[in-house]
């Protein structure tokens, strides 16, 4: 299991940055997937930006091109820097986690909320027109 602190949500106008921090603890050596996903008011919860635990990279459709996904090489922080920001990205932002397992050739890891089981408390970015 991992502890997840999130960081770095504010207030921020239209094609604007903001770039959020996820402070991973506890289990620090077993392989995570580790993933930001965001729910708006009165939405279903979002997939953003997922990095797996063999380094490959996924993106939501409504982001991709403006926000990248990162961590640092001890990976006990994920970071989502966020680009050309629009009323449409304001959310709260969740880290998230799941142990990594390798899949076989050709199949792929569900990018869905119901495959992470560790997750932090938000942190709320409001973009403004």
């Known amino acids: 299991q991992v502890q997840l602190v999130e960081s770095g949500g504010g207030s921020v106008q239209s094609g604007g940055s903001l770039r959020l921090s996820c402070a991973r603890s506890?289990?620090?050596?077993?392989?995570?997937?580790m993933a930001w996903f965001r729910q708006a008011a009165g939405k279903e919860r979002e997939a953003v930006a997922r990095i797996r635990g063999d380094g490959s990279i996924d993106y939501g459709d409504s982001v991709e091109g403006r926000f990248t996904i990162s961590q640092d090489n001890e990976r006990a922080t994920l970071y989502l820097q966020m680009n050309n920001l629009t009323p449409e990205d304001t959310a709260i932002y969740y880290c998230?986690?799941?142990?990594?397992?390798?899949?076989?050739?050709?199949?792929?890891?569900?990018?869905?909320?119901?495959?992470?089981?560790?997750w932090g408390q938000g942190t709320q970015v409001t973009v403004s027109s």
């Open positions: 998230a986690a799941t142990r990594y397992v390798r899949l076989g050739p050709g199949l792929r890891a569900p990018f869905s909320e119901f495959a992470f089981d560790n």
């Open positions: 506890g289990d620090m050596i077993s392989k995570y997937d």
